[in-house]
T-cell receptor, first 113, second 114 residues
Framework: DAKTTQPPSMDCAEGRAANLPCNHS???????VYWYRQIHSQGPQYIIH???NNETNEMASLIITEDRKSSTLILPHATLRDTAVYYCIVRNAGGTSYGKLTFGQGTILTVHP | NAGVTQTPKFQVLKTGQSMTLQCAQD?????MYWYRQDPGMGLRLIYYSASEGTTDKGEVPNGYNVSRLNKREFSLRLESAAPSQTSVYFC?????????????FGAGTRLSVL
């Protein structure tokens, strides 16, 4: 699986968009980008994933660059409850490793009032 | 629909004691996982089960055993607990299928070994 690089921490004002970057310059053609978050003292929560097209769901949007070497998770209107550690994970779709996820250090997003 | 349920939520053990962490999912998922998370660290995979009847070692399996009792349940056993096993343990299950590396996590078990 490709290695990812994320900033260790970011701040955002409540109500503003939070844009969390992830670098995955060694991503290969069959690898997807997944985003999870972990709110303090809770289990990780799946947010969104994509291959090459931009994706949007009720939680967030995922923008993947054309060369797929980086991506940005966008929380359009951040709230205090979005304060969490956000993990960017690159993973192939199948293979023999049965969906094992590798969680790095992630980005600590703090949303301020 | 409860998702992934872990019991107990908290546990304190003495060194050398044994215990089993329970995990059950009601989403009919084939794959299940056990992770541990130490303070300030990311999650590390202990064991996983790709399907009922199969289990495999993950990144940090030493000191643990697992049982995939049936499709719903995947338990983690510490035979002789050590202080180094003080951690938060998370169970997860996975929706299978192409591109579906989406795992659903339980609330965790906070274990202290004295």
């Amino acid at each position: 699986d490709a290695k990812t690089t994320q900033p260790p921490s970011m701040d955002c004002a409540e109500g503003r968009a939070a844009n969390l970057p992830c670098n995955h310059s060694t991503i290969s053609g069959n690898e997807y980008v997944y985003w999870y978050r972990q709110i303090h003292s809770q289990g990780p929560q799946y947010i969104i994933h994509g291959l090459k097209n931009n994706e949007t769901n009720e939680m967030a949007s995922l923008i993947i660059t054309e060369d797929r070497k980086s991506s940005t998770l966008i929380l359009p209107h951040a709230t205090l409850r979005d304060t969490a550690v956000y993990y960017c994970i690159v993973r192939n779709a199948g293979g023999t490793s049965y969906g094992k996820l590798t969680f790095g250090q992630g980005t600590i997003l703090t949303v301020h009032p | 629909n409860a998702g992934v349920t872990q019991t107990p939520k908290f546990q304190v053990l003495k060194t050398g004691q044994s215990m089993t962490l329970q995990c059950a999912q009601d989403m009919n998922h084939n794959s299940m996982y056990w992770y541990r998370q130490d303070p300030g660290m990311g999650l590390r995979l202990i064991y996983y089960s790709a399907s009922e009847g199969t289990t495999d070692k993950g990144e940090v399996p030493n000191g643990y055993n697992v049982s995939r009792l049936n499709k719903r349940e995947f338990s983690l056993r510490l035979e002789s607990a050590a202080p180094s096993q003080t951690s938060v343990y998370f169970c997860a299950s996975r929706l299978s299928g192409l591109a579906k590396n989406i795992q659903y996590f339980g609330a965790g078990t906070r274990l202290s070994v004295l």
